[in-house]
């Protein structure tokens, strides 16, 4: 069954078309990468299958209508982890990620012990266990990123949508990350993230899908899709390719030829 389909996809924004007729389609047990240069529509395109703005074409999640879904019925099958981390509310890390529940049980339902179990693993996956009764107005930006996290995943739902996930995370921490998402396409779930570090995305994605002005451009295996030509063409950079131990390794070295910014090393 497919957890999520777009059909010819259009949105416009301000008289711009900012996605133009992409159809995609989300299998179960997938980690997809959905790069692309900024203004690429990205975002756009996460936004609009959640409904959260005005779009033309078809979706369907989990094999319904998503035009017709109540939200409650929307956040069983999708969580979504956008770009904002603003917290305004000085709650508890607990009860922040705890919300995540809420999107489900409905607002007026106390939390069940199906529910306080799901929200202590997100925070142990998230290594946020620890800070469960800071007020989460007061963590740093990278602890209220993986809280943020925490609660998109303790919502535990088949498909997460994150938008720049590993923005704002050390190394170790989007690697940890990174690693979480593959376990979750282990385990029959699926995952869209919006990525801009190719080499994580080469690493630990089954999959890359590719927008470059609105459109659609590549969808496949890391190793087709994150080749030299499009790189250039997309990016307009110059990348090295090898085969490490644990995978894929893709990065970029320098501009391509032509780039007014481009320079030579010495």
Sequence with gaps: MSLLATDALSVVLAGRTVLDAVSLHVGPGECIGLIGPNGAGKSTLLKAVLGLIPARGGIALAGGDGRAMTARRRAEIAAYLPQEREVHWPVSVETLVGLARGYVRGPLAGPSPHDRALVAAAMQRMDVAALRARRATELSGGERARVLIARALAQDTPLLLADEPTAGLDPAHQIALMATFAALARE??????????????????TRIVVLDGGRLVADGPPGTVLEATLMRDVYGVEIHRSDGKDGLIVLPTALSGGHANDTERP
Excluded: F, N, T, Y
């Design 188 to 205: 029959g779930r699926s995952v869209v993230a919006c990525l801009h570090d190719i080499a994580l995305a080469a690493r630990w994605c």
